[in-house]
């Protein structure tokens, strides 16, 4: 009896540790947005405010609904370089098919609003299928082919702006990347409304634990009857429509549909889902990952602002804090490995 309780006792914090191990990835993300969060209160008496929480949740927002749809493509352990340039040329897509003022010099094609936004999703799903197409049935590595749609997306924005500068989007898109309902920006209800789906899905449906499955063991998920072609093909759209509808939102909160114009958000999309702590080898993590990851990168950013830090160093805190996701990452799946054999 007393070598029972004194196993259990030794048990206990290996046990423990164990845990902690388990939940780093979890833990460390939500412990950072803590950290910084107090930092930044203490630093700049303003940031503490209901205005420029509001504000945060912005400037998080695109970014937000690009995330939403790569979470899907990460948890199955692949990447998907194209979704900046998917929603530059989505964004530039529905200003072409919408009629501009006579001072932009840029020969488009008007259609009714709801014709414009229509056709710019099949745009980007078109986009997405093409992606999905080249990953699973010709067999070419997420990553080469998505940095093929990077620049096929780029050559789209080329084509269709010359090099010009559009403005005018649909009413129903001004709406909701710039619009407010009671004082409260649309934008932000867009993104509550993308993360909300996508956690739903992910979490409650088939689709969503064949995901996880795919991402976990695709051999696995095969034996146990999975298409997982289908599966990665559909990620890949999801991924390509959300991307779609976040430069639609972007450009009508920005003012303006440009080459370029998207460009930084590749990085901030894909350390959104990584910082958060979705794993890049698939399989773990999940939306409540990422709106943590979008929480910290938006706390970050709007908290370096106030306490007026340069600019040149901002980008380089960014850097600093990816990597230090990254290595948490790969540390965590490490030990995953180390446990299994």
């Known amino acids: 009896m007393t070598m029972q309780v004194q196993e259990t006792v030794k048990g206990s914090p290996s046990r423990a540790g164990a845990f902690l191990r388990n939940r780093m990835r979890n833990i460390a993300p939500f412990a950072t947005l803590i950290i910084l969060l107090a930092f930044f209160s203490i630093a700049s008496p303003s940031f503490l405010s209901v205005d420029n929480g509001v504000n945060v949740l ?15 493509v990460i948890l199955c352990a692949e990447i ?21 003022e006579s001072y932009v010099n840029i020969p488009n094609l008007p259609l009714p609003g709801y014709a414009a936004i229509g056709l710019a999703l099949l745009i980007c799903a078109f986009l997405g299928l093409v992606n999905a197409f080249g990953t699973t049935l010709i067999g070419i590595p997420s990553f080469i082919m998505t940095l093929a749609m990077m620049q096929i997306g780029a ?15 649909p009413d129903l898109v001004t709406m909701m990347g710039s619009g407010t309902i009671a004082g409260f920006p649309w934008i932000i209800i867009v993104l509550a409304v993308f993360l909300l789906v996508g956690h739903i ?23 146990s009857g999975v298409n997982v072609k289908l599966v990665l093909g559909a990620v890949m759209v999801i991924s390509a429509v959300c991307s779609g509808v976040a430069g639609m939102i972007g450009v009508a909160h920005f003012g303006s549909a440009q080459q370029n114009e998207f460009d930084g958000y590749l990085l901030d999309a894909i350390a959104a889902v990584v910082v958060g702590g979705t794993s890049l ?3 773990r993590g999940g939306i409540g990952n990422t709106i943590i990851g979008l929480c910290i990168l938006g706390v970050l950013n709007n908290g370096l ?3 007026q830090i340069d600019s040149f160093l901002k ?16 540390y965590v799946q490490n030990l ?6």
């Open 58 to 72: 912005t400037q998080i927002s695109v970014t937000g609904v690009i995330a939403v749809g790569l979470t899907f």
């Open 80 to 100: 998907d370089l194209s979704v900046a340039a998917i929603a530059n040329a989505t964004g530039i897509a529905v200003a072409y098919f919408t009629m501009q």
């Open 155 to 169: 050559g789209i924005c080329a084509l269709l702006v010359r090099g010009q500068i559009a403005y005018a989007v």
């Open 201 to 223: 899905v992910l979490t409650y449906t088939r689709f969503g634990r064949y995901v996880y499955m795919v991402g976990g063991n695709r051999e696995a998920a095969e034996y």
């Open 281 to 283: 080898f698939g399989g």
């Open 305 to 307: 602002d106030h306490v």
């Open 315 to 330: 980008i380089l805190i960014r850097g600093i804090i990816l990597l230090v996701a990254l290595i948490i990452n790969v």
């Open 336 to 341: 995953r490995d180390r446990q299994r054999i």
